[in-house]
T-cell receptor, first 112, second 114 residues
Framework: GENVEQHPSTLSVQEGDSAVIKCTYSDSASNYFPWYKQELGKRPQLIIDIRSNVGEKKDQRIAVTLNKTAKHFSLHITETQPEDSAVYFCAAKTSGTYKYIFGTGTRLKVLA | EADIYQTPRYLVIGTGKKITLECSQTMGHDKMYWYQQDPGMELHLIHYSYGVNSTEKGDLSSESTVSRIRTEHFPLTLESARPSHTSQYLC?????????????FGNGTRLTVT
């Protein structure tokens, strides 16, 4: 069945450094890729998303890149801050279907 | 403010009790979902709904049931709670009429069955 692999499962970076989280999807028909941030005890919140007709999207310190040929997409966080510490989930969805396929999550810790 | 609301936020209940977790959204979304998540861990889809009177089971086998009598309301019921049901339950909704259709999550219900 469809799946999304997410790496790494945990990531520690020094404040100010960059963090990169990678996801690979299996369904070549997937065309929508959201990223969620979940802080401790809180709900997952959408932080950025990208559609398959776009290769890259940026929003301040956060960017997402998509390689359709290789079927992978990545989240890039620059100039990390302690408040970036959270669990990040990637997901893939195919137009017209109900299912969002989630990755297994990456626990990011930004060390002050 | 348009949002998705879940009650109760926390629930501690004894084995064998029947419980209903409430979920309501004021965003007018037609698609609604229930996920089970141990804190900070994977999200497992247990139920979803395309619209009123439409409900389906998700990927994770669950002993719970859902109903969708009104667009905004999607309650989840456990007929007989067991300790294995202890987890966090997240309700979500989305609007497929948008080009980008992210899931919007509620704050969750953290259930403990003793």
């Amino acid at each position: 069945g469809e799946n999304v692999e997410q790496h790494p499962s945990t990531l520690s970076v020094q404040e100010g450094d960059s963090a990169v989280i990678k996801c690979t999807y299996s369904d070549s028909a997937s065309n929508y890729f959201p990223w969620y941030k979940q802080e401790l005890g809180k709900r997952p919140q959408l932080i950025i998303d990208i559609r398959s007709n776009v290769g890259e999207k940026k929003d301040q310190r956060i960017a997402v890149t998509l390689n359709k040929t290789a079927k992978h997409f990545s989240l890039h966080i620059t100039e990390t801050q302690p408040e970036d510490s959270a669990v990040y989930f990637c997901a893939a969805k195919t137009s017209g279907t109900y299912k969002y396929i989630f990755g297994t999550g990456t626990r990011l810790k930004v060390l002050a | 403010e348009a949002d998705i609301y879940q009650t109760p936020r926390y629930l501690v209940i004894g084995t064998g009790k029947k419980i209903t977790l409430e979920c309501s959204q004021t965003m007018g979304h037609d698609k609604m979902y229930w996920y089970q998540q141990d804190p900070g861990m994977e999200l497992h889809l247990i139920h979803y709904s395309y619209g009123v009177n439409s409900t389906e089971k998700g990927d994770l086998s669950s002993e719970s049931t859902v109903s969708r009598i009104r667009t905004e309301h999607f309650p989840l019921t456990l007929e007989s709670a067991r300790p294995s049901h202890t987890s966090q339950y997240l309700c979500a909704s989305s609007d497929w009429s948008l080009t980008n259709s992210p899931l919007h999550f509620g704050n969750g219900t953290r259930l403990t069955v003793t």
